[in-house]
């Protein structure tokens, strides 16, 4: 590709930045709250206009507009018959009060390239798509990732009615209420597709440390989410010695205790959180008798991911046994590390090199859809910088001239493979 078409595309962009800044502040304006932080989980109102919000821009844009079958939004820039094209996007749900970048800027860098790559130079050779994933985060139905399974045909259709939400809800019955037709889930599968890039924010702190521009993703790491229950006796506070007790609680946070100093022994990069906690029957006056917690264990390498899990369940186990409760394990979630495609990193770096935007190879200690989708189509992702790394919160900021460079590598890579 000629050094004038690099710089057109980059100008372009810089020229339109505005066009970018508005999408990201009204995208996050959907689900926003008065304090800051945004709430949009998946099939909720909110969560509903924002993907109005983006079919109406993708229209706007001249693309064709469609939504599948759990509503993942596409939109189209090309003939299909054309041949096997690209996609790029990601997630649109977000974390409970999580920030308007994760997931949302990667929609939205998407639209913007290909936009601007329609503007520029009309009809590509080969089809090129934008893509709103559904759901990735797993913020109101347990499992995660629900957008990029049904993409890759990896999601069980019994999962739809089996999965609710806090209020029982299921997930066929939340996308039916919008509108979306899940009984069709076969026909979300896609198997015309010949690779997917996803433009992310780091939501780590090395970029923004070492001042580089963009993070060529090498590898994600394999992440196991399960819940522990504790199961104690409810006692009275007051008459219940305390060498009688089978306190969930106390085992609870004896394991918890444990947990976080086997993760921190291993050492960077493995991590293990406890998100999430419930206690019963919960008064001032009563032992606690149950305890539940979710556990999210993480590691890039495959048999330290198990030794960790190993370990953590272990810690769970000791903690139950010294304070005389049973406690048992649900696996909600197991994903192994996931490669990143060579061909696609490798025309990632070379563009970023052309463009002269600084880069570094990456492992991403964050999930994402595209550890789903390279399981079956050729897959890569670009980062752009988390200030402070801050992330999964309201203090989640990227500034627009870090989030510039990113666009114009995805830019110029949709160019290359589809013009
Ligand atoms: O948890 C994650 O890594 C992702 O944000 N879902
Ligand atoms: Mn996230
Ligand atoms: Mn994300």
Redesign the pocket.
Known sequence: MTQAVQSEIYNYIKQNEHVIEEYIEKLGSFGRLSEGGIVRPVYSDQWFAAHRQLADWMAEAGLEVRADAVGNLWGLHGRKSAGKGYASGS?LDT?KEGGKY??GLGILAALAAIRFLKELYGEPRLPLEVVALCE???SRFSK??LGSRAITGTLPAEELDENRDAEGISVAEAARACGFNPAQLDSARRTDLAGFIELHIE?GRLLDDVKLEVGIVQAI?G?RHMTVTFDGQADHAGTTPMDLRSDALVAAAQAITNINAIALKMGRPAVATVGKLSIEPGATNIVPARVVMTV?M?HSEPDKKAFLICQVEQACRTAAATQRVEVTFEREMDRIPAQMSPEIINLLKATADELGISNMAMV?????DSQVVVEQIPTGMIFVPSKSGR??SRAEYTPLDQILPGIAVLAQALYKLAY
């Not at 991403?364 to 994402?368: E, K, L, N, P, R």
């Open positions: 997630h974390v994760d997931g990735e985060e797993g995660t990732f939501q790491t992440t999210d993480r991403s200690g964050a999930g994402h992330s999964h």
